[in-house]
Antibody
Framework: EVHLAESGGGLMQPGGSLRLSCAAS????????MSWVRQAPGKGLEWVSV???????FYADSVKGRFSISRDNSKSTLYLQMHGLRVEDTAVYYC????????????WGQGTLVTVSS | SYILTQPPSVSVAPGKTARITCGGS??????VQWYQQRPGQAPLLVIY???DRPSGIPERFSGSNSGNTATLTISRVEAGDEADYYC???????????FGGGTKVTVL
């Protein structure tokens, strides 16, 4: 059974850094497109970043240059390193596993809340 | 960047049919996914590749996609269908994923 468990969220000050983790089980992380999707309080879903099975990475314009996605295949873990945090980065961050050709999100974790406030 | 437009809300009586639209430029040329999100829960994939349902999703959920509009149809609506629904496509020109703004379905 596939399971995704995010961790690492918390209260941060603007300009700070934080690393989110997503522990995956039930599949081989490096074989799938893995993404982070976030949801600000009371708002809709926003895709943040993806790492392809081949290792290519892509980012939403809102986080490009500040966030970095990576994975540790030996630990079956996906990461999101966040720098230069802004108030507007406040959101629940979901870890997702891509389905089919990787163009959609088949499995979702329960999310971890990141709050950026002074 | 590619934009998807959804109505903010749809209301439907139990047992009736709810239709949620997702508008985008020539969206018929793309594969559309739909996600259901109940309050306090993570999103759940209910339709992929325009019309396919993951196992465990009731047949009452169906999708279509043509021209500039994709549609999620929920037949014989139940109280448990009350949730936010999001459409999503992959924009191959930018390797970005795009979500619609979401539609809140209220069961009267």
């Amino acid at each position: 059974e596939v399971h995704l468990a995010e961790s690492g969220g918390g209260l941060m000050q603007p300009g700070g850094s934080l690393r989110l983790s997503c522990a995956a089980s039930g599949f081989i992380v490096s074989n799938y497109y893995m993404s982070w999707v976030r949801q600000a309080p009371g708002k809709g879903l926003e895709w943040v970043s993806v790492i392809y099975s081949g290792g290519n990475t892509f980012y939403a314009d809102s986080v490009k240059g500040r966030f970095s996605i990576s994975r540790d295949n030996s630990k079956s873990t996906l990461y999101l390193q966040m720098h230069g945090l802004r108030v507007e980065d406040t959101a629940v961050y979901y870890c997702t596993r891509g389905g089919g050709s990787g163009t959609y999100f088949w499995d979702w974790g329960q999310g971890t809340l990141v709050t950026v406030s002074s | 960047s590619y934009i998807l437009t959804q109505p903010p809300s749809v209301s439907v009586a139990p047992g009736k049919t709810a239709r949620i639209t997702c508008g985008g430029s020539n969206i018929g040329s793309k594969s559309v996914q739909w996600y259901q999100q109940r309050p306090g829960q993570a999103p759940l994939l209910v339709i992929y590749y325009d019309t396919d349902r993951p196992s465990g999703i009731p047949e009452r959920f169906s999708g279509s996609n043509s021209g500039n509009t994709a549609t999620l149809t929920i037949s014989r609506v139940e109280a448990g269908d009350e949730a936010d629904y999001y459409c999503q496509v992959w924009d191959g020109s930018s390797d970005h994923y795009v979500f619609g703004g979401g539609t809140k379905v209220t069961v009267l």
